[in-house]
């Protein structure tokens, strides 16, 4: 009798008309998910099923996996991929008026005098592609590459941009590229997460881990930070005096509250929780290995330039070709280190010489390996640079009106150069690429009709383009 008034407590709070609104909402929200994605999705909405379970696209794909090195800070196309002579003319000169008519710069003003690349171009490969003289690696597998000159954006501060290249908003919360791609696609190793990120450079990104956020999807999605160093995830390794057999008793006495509680409410955050606990335990065995670049073969470190037991873009490049030769879907690089407001000569000498030999070798190394023809691999950041000058006479301001991108493998019709922009590199003139465009041109790559992938929240059927964008047909093979 004196657990009674509990008893009448639970069976109180568990049959009133707010708990039903409340907490039935959402597998009423499951069910309706459910008659829209086909009972595969339903099964894992609902919590049955593990959400990272093998999905098959809407149709057949040609990329199977993404690489995505971002480029955090924003590069100068100016100094890299995009040879503008005029503006070398100019140096030292204010732009014509016509040019900035209606023009917003982020810190200078638009006035101020137009400034002459730092670095030399050459052509590459039977493509003839121009390359700075600060990428030698990338000029080598020149013929490998789609160059896109022509993007554009509508964010000119990095944050908000950082955010709308990584989830097609500038607000918070919107799930990230790798989410939708798990959420499609699910994962082929069970072991390991589906979405992977690393954070190299002089600091994280400016769009902290909105970059990599699963938003409004269950935290299944969500990217998973790992390091290049020690354990992959911190926590990884079991405290002293805690052996396997007591994890495992551990983690099942928690399944097993968490599996009553999810069939009192069905919220299917819960079978992500689940699935995390188990995920983690699994990790404990594969991860450690699955990071481990000591054994490589002395000839591919040499390739990378990478060195075991040390933090840097280039062990987070061997990693990532690791991990999706083990099966993980999407793998971020955020290399925050670009933003060259001034110091532009030597930055940029700086930041290509941490990158250029690694991201080549990347593209070099999933080739030799037959991985590279299904596996997407895509190199830039959030904007470009102003041709106008910043910093004295060695920087440059934000520019979200032109900027240069590349991509590689997984469908992608490599050994053209796509778009072009005005002689001060200030406006595209022609072959416009958007960033919802990029983005719809990806989903496309991955199997998916980026009008068609969508979720419901809050009433509002959410996609990762919008209501906007185009596949950019020019880019495929």
């Not at 708990?19 to 597998?27: E, I, L, N, Q, S």
């Not at 592609?129 to 964010?155: F, G, N, R, Y």
């Not at 075991?308 to 971020?332: D, I, K, M, W």
Request: with cysteine; glycine share 12%.
């Amino acid at each position: 009798m004196k657990h009674l008034p509990q008893l009448l407590e639970e069976h109180r709070r568990y049959h009133t008309r707010r708990w039903f609104f409340r907490d039935c909402g959402v597998g009423l929200g499951s069910i309706a998910l459910g008659s829209l994605l086909g009972s595969d999705r339903a099964s894992a909405a609902s919590g049955s099923t593990n959400p990272l379970a093998v999905k098959e696209p809407q149709f057949t794909a040609k990329a199977k996996r993404v690489i995505f090195l971002f480029q955090g800070g924003a590069p100068s196309h100016l100094e890299l991929f995009d040879n503008k002579p005029e503006l070398t003319k100019w140096d030292g000169k204010l732009p014509p008026a016509e040019l900035l008519e209606g023009y917003r710069a982020a810190f200078i003003s638009p006035n101020s005098t137009l400034l002459g690349p730092k670095y030399q171009f050459s052509r590459h490969g039977e493509s003839g592609a121009e390359i700075s003289e600060l990428l030698p690696h990338t000029a080598a597998i020149a013929d490998d590459l789609c160059i896109v000159k022509s993007m554009v954006t509508d964010a000119f501060n990095h944050a908000p941009a950082q955010i709308f290249m990584s989830t097609g908003s500038q607000q918070f919360g919107r799930p990230s590229m790798g989410s939708w791609t798990t959420y499609g696609l699910g994962s082929e190793n069970q072991d390991l997460p589906g979405f992977v990120v690393f954070s190299t450079g002089k600091k994280g990104a400016s769009g902290g881990a909105n970059n990599h956020g699963c938003g409004f999807l269950p935290t299944a999605y969500a990217g998973v930070p790992f390091r290049s160093v020690g354990d992959p995830v911190l926590y990884l390794s079991n405290p002293e005096g805690i052996d396997d057999t007591f994890q495992r008793d551990t983690i099942d006495g928690i399944r097993a509250l968490n599996e009553q509680r999810l069939g009192h409410v069905g919220d299917p955050e819960i079978s992500t929780r689940i699935s995390s606990y188990e995920l983690a335990y699994r990790m404990q065995r594969v991860a450690p290995e699955a990071v481990d670049i000591a054994r490589e073969s002395p000839e591919t470190l040499e390739l990378y330039g990478a060195k075991p037991g040390e933090s840097s873009y280039a062990n987070a490049c061997l990693t990532a070709r690791r991990l999706v030769e083990r099966g993980v879907r999407f793998v971020q690089i955020h290399h925050e280190a670009w933003d060259h407001h001034g110091g532009l000569t030597k930055g940029l000498k700086e930041q290509c010489g941490q990158t250029d030999r690694a991201s080549a070798a990347l593209i070099t190394d999933l080739k030799q390996r037959g991985l590279l023809d299904d596996t997407l691999v895509i190199w830039g950041g959030e904007f470009g640079r102003t041709p106008m000058v910043q910093g004295g006479n060695d920087g440059r301001d934000h520019h979200p009106n032109a900027f240069a991108m590349w991509l590689a493998g997984g469908g992608i019709k490599t050994g053209q150069t796509l778009g072009a922009t005005d002689e001060f590199g200030f406006n595209v003139t022609e072959d416009k690429v958007h960033v919802h465009d990029l983005h719809a041109t990806i989903l496309h790559l991955l199997g998916f009709d980026h009008t068609q992938l969508s979720v419901r929240s809050q009433g509002l059927d959410f996609r990762l383009t919008g209501v906007a964008g185009n596949v950019v047909e020019k880019l495929l093979a």
